[in-house]
């Protein structure tokens, strides 16, 4: 069976689950809707789509009758709800963008909808699809560390992805799209779930914006780094002239992040883009107030506690996860799994290779992986190809939203 795919949001999310259905030679794009002509002539182009098959937003390819086995959902968050629900009644199964919406009452809608319409229903927690996270599953499966009594997760943002996306880019505000907790991190919280396999019974939280501040300014700073005094533009890691201008003539690079921060990859086209755009904006004079570091500690029913970390200053790379367990030990970086048995005293190393961390390397295999895992469920009618259902989805959501209400009251949470 080859699946038809329809694309509501074609920027970087949307192109890439697009491609890579399509590379899997088991699908075919045959629609998309994107209020940007560019991004919709980019997705026809690669695809092959006549002109009637591009809509300029997701009410027009909601009103037209249903043209395609499933659609992908990848409009910005706050635009989530509503073509979900209508999508969800016109009888498409579904892969929508993580988060599933910046509101509990919006996720339950959206999850409402599903289970009414019953259609195949996947969410962007790419994470739990990557083959790293497929090996580790076996080595908790396989019993070799007893039961599980604490986590430690670390999730390294990167200090360049904290000021391209969550200080300069459409995260940085907590009302304008949602807190660093939920845009980020409902990735991993939903990840520690799926490892742990329990309830989380409580959960506290601390986190604050430590360092993208006005006060941090260092004295003589432009608002823009093109107009910045070189001797502090160039002593700063923050730069956008400097980081955005190396991106140049490297496809990859120029794909994301550069190509949220403009369609003309030109040395002309970069700086007009950094006089006039957000990405150009000194980081200590831009309008973000999400938090750059946070913590999380979950308990959960059976014992175990979880301590989860996120902060903005490391290189961008693989989550790092250490698991403590009564008969065994592991440590994880994202392409390996070192195992260490106590009954024995023996370790050995799992290799899980799958690629590179960042949104343009397909997060470790996870892009690939997931949309694997939706064509599975679409072509079998199967919602278990997935490993879990639109109220497994929300569950991750509910620990965000329980962790957030718990850093801002400075309480302990009962879920």
Not at 28 to 40: H, M, T
Not at 81 to 106: C, H, I, N, Q, R
Not at 390 to 410: K, M, P, S
């Amino acid at each position: 069976m080859t699946v038809t795919i329809a694309i509501a949001g074609a920027g970087a999310r949307g192109q890439i689950y697009a491609r890579a259905a399509a590379a899997s030679g088991r699908a075919r794009v045959v629609a998309v809707a994107d209020p940007d002509p560019g991004r919709r002539a980019a997705v026809a182009r690669e695809h092959g789509l006549p002109e009637e098959a591009c809509f300029p937003g997701w009410e027009e390819l909601a009103a037209v009758p249903k043209l395609a086995d499933a659609v992908v959902i990848a409009t910005q968050d706050h635009q989530h709800a509503d073509p979900a629900v209508a999508f969800a009644a016109l009888g498409y199964d579904m892969l929508l963008e993580k988060p599933l919406a910046p509101t509990e009452k919006e996720a339950r809608r959206i999850v409402e909808a599903v289970e009414r319409a019953g259609v195949v229903f996947a969410v962007g927690h790419v994470l739990r699809y990557t083959a790293y996270t497929r090996e580790l599953k076996r080595v908790l499966a396989s019993g070799v560390l007893g039961e599980i009594a604490s986590v430690q997760h670390l999730e390294p943002v990167g200090w360049w992805h904290q000021a391209h996306s969550f200080v300069r880019g459409a995260w940085r505000d907590v009302a304008g799209s949602g807190p660093m907790l939920l845009t980020k991190s409902c990735h991993d919280l939903d990840w520690l779930l799926h490892v742990v396999e329990d309830e989380p019974a409580r959960v506290a939280s601390f986190g604050s914006l430590i360092h993208f501040r006005p006060e941090n300014r260092p004295a003589g700073a432009a608002d823009r780094c093109v107009s910045c005094p070189l001797e502090i533009e160039s002593a700063c890691p923050y730069s956008a002239k400097r980081f955005y201008m190396e991106m140049i003539g490297d496809p990859h690079k120029e794909f994301w992040p550069l190509g949220a921060v403009t369609a003309d990859a030109s040395v002309a086209g970069v700086t007009r883009a950094l006089e006039t755009g957000p990405y150009g904006r000194c980081v200590y004079a831009a309008d973000n107030d999400v938090v750059d570091q946070q913590v999380v500690i979950v308990e959960f029913a059976r014992g175990a506690t979880v301590a989860f970390t996120m902060t903005a200053f490391t290189p961008l790379e693989h989550r790092k996860t250490r698991i403590f367990g009564s008969h065994g030990y592991a440590e994880g970086d994202g392409a390996s799994i070192r195992v260490v048995d106590f009954r024995t005293g023996q370790e050995h190393t799992v290799e899980a290779t799958g690629g590179g961390a960042s949104l343009s390397d397909g997060h470790g295999g996870g892009d690939g992986g997931l949309v694997e895992a939706f064509l599975d469920a679409v072509a079998t009618r199967d919602q278990s190809a997935l490993g879990g259902d639109a109220t497994d989805a929300l569950a991750g959501h509910l620990l965000v939203w329980a962790a957030e209400r718990a850093r801002e009251t400075g309480t302990v949470v009962t879920l």
